[in-house]
Structure formats: C-alpha cells, structure tokens
C-alpha cells in the first residue's frame, strides 16, 4: 500500500531552517509529482510546493517564493522541503502528498489522493 512518510519538523526561531524530507513507497515514487502541504490552526490545508517527476521547474505559493526549495532524489523515494528565513507564519503541520494523475502538476488539494501523516513546524518570533 502507498505510504508517505515525512520526518524534519521542530521548533526553531525566526530566521532559521529546517529540512523536511518525506519517504514514499508503495507505488512508482519516480513516475508522480510530489507535492507539499500545510495547515494551520483554524486554517484550510494550502499548497507550498511540488515538483514534477523530472525535477523540472518547481511550482511554489507566492508565500514561500524565495524561501523555500523543493527537491526529489528518486532513486531513495524521498522528497525534501529546504526552508529558510522562516516566519512565525510558516507555523503549520506540513504534509507531503502524492499527486492523483502521472504526468501533471497542481496546487489543488483534491488532486493529491495519498497524504502523509505530517509534520510540525513552529517557528517562535
């Protein structure tokens, strides 16, 4: 069965980083967009990024432009999340997803059908 495992959430404080990386197995992790997740408390589940089966040009929310980069490494199944210059906004479970349809690329929730069980991050002011 498809399973996506994302690990790399913590505390950290404004300005810093941290690295999310999601394992995926269950299905042929090289041939899907992966996709990023996250939401806030009292908050909808909004897209931060994904990534075609290639690597090709990623796609990011406006909010993360600049400061976040999605990358792939196939041959380990696994999708990473680098996050720099973090804001007390950034605060939010992350989720990685898998995307519903081979070949495409969307920033719509309902076209992911495999979630992972997410991450926390928080980041104090």
């Known amino acids: 069965q498809v399973q996506l495992v994302e690990s790399g959430g913590g505390l950290v404080q404004a300005g810093g980083s941290l690295r999310l990386s999601c394992t995926a197995s269950?299905?042929?992790?090289?041939?899907?967009?992966m996709g990023w997740f996250r939401q806030a408390p009292g908050k909808e589940r909004e897209f931060v990024a994904a990534?075609?089966?290639?690597?090709?040009?990623?796609t990011y929310a406006d909010s993360v432009q600049g400061r976040f980069t999605i990358s792939r490494d196939n041959p380990k199944n696994t999708v990473y999340l680098q996050m720099d210059s973090l804001k007390p906004e950034d605060t939010a479970v992350y989720y990685c997803?898998?995307?519903?349809?081979?070949?495409?690329?969307?920033?719509?929730?309902?076209?992911?059908?495999?979630w992972g069980q997410g991450t926390q991050v928080t980041v104090s002011s």
């Open positions: 990534i075609l089966w290639s690597g090709g040009t990623p």
């Open positions: 269950g299905f042929m992790f090289p041939s899907h967009t």
């Open positions: 997803a898998k995307v519903r349809r081979i070949a495409t690329i969307t920033r719509e929730p309902s076209g992911y059908d495999y």
